[in-house]
């Protein structure tokens, strides 16, 4: 006796199953709920205020350009106006040959590289009088063709100074400063005194 083979139509074996249309339907009905659970659960515990309430990103630091205040001037060649430190209001001007410190009357100088040494300096006025130092006083004189007039005549920037400030050395007499006694400048020797620093700082302003 042969046995017959069961009716393809009678059993699910060989055959693919279907996922009911109702399925997905219920999936994401699912989904969508959990979804909502969850959002009402962090909104109860404040959440959204929080996130309405957090705090602007802080803004982005000023540039450069937009610091406040100016860069001091720097002592350089060109024509200058020469004041004490801080005192913008009181000028180097001249009282008869001498140098002097004054309210009034600024004196445009002439700034060039030095007559002694080319990497120092040397102030001359508009009708040609040079500021030199002659026993140990400073005041303004005509060139002379001479070593000594070249060397009085010439000035170092000192070293290790901020920028702004200008202290300046004698060439021929380096241990000297020029620093000012009341409104009479001299070359001085140092004397350690932070008076005598601010005695002898000046800076530069345009005419």
Known sequence: MIDQAPDPAGTVYGQARRTPPVMPVVVGVAAVAVAGVGFVAWNSTGGADRAESAPPPPPP???ATASSGSVPAQLAAGTWVVSPLGDPG????TGGDFAELSTI????????????DDSCYTFHTED???LRHYDFRLRFDVAEDSDLFRADA???????????TVRLRSKNYPEYLVHRRGEQLYIDRPDGSAGFVTASSFMVQEP
């Open 105 to 116: 009357d600024p004196l445009p100088l002439t700034v060039v590289p030095g007559l002694a």
């Open 61 to 63: 630091p000023p540039s």
């Open 90 to 93: 009181t000028y180097l001007t």
């Open 128 to 130: 040609g009088r040079y």
């Open 154 to 164: 010439t000035f170092c920037q000192e070293a290790g100074t901020a920028i702004g």
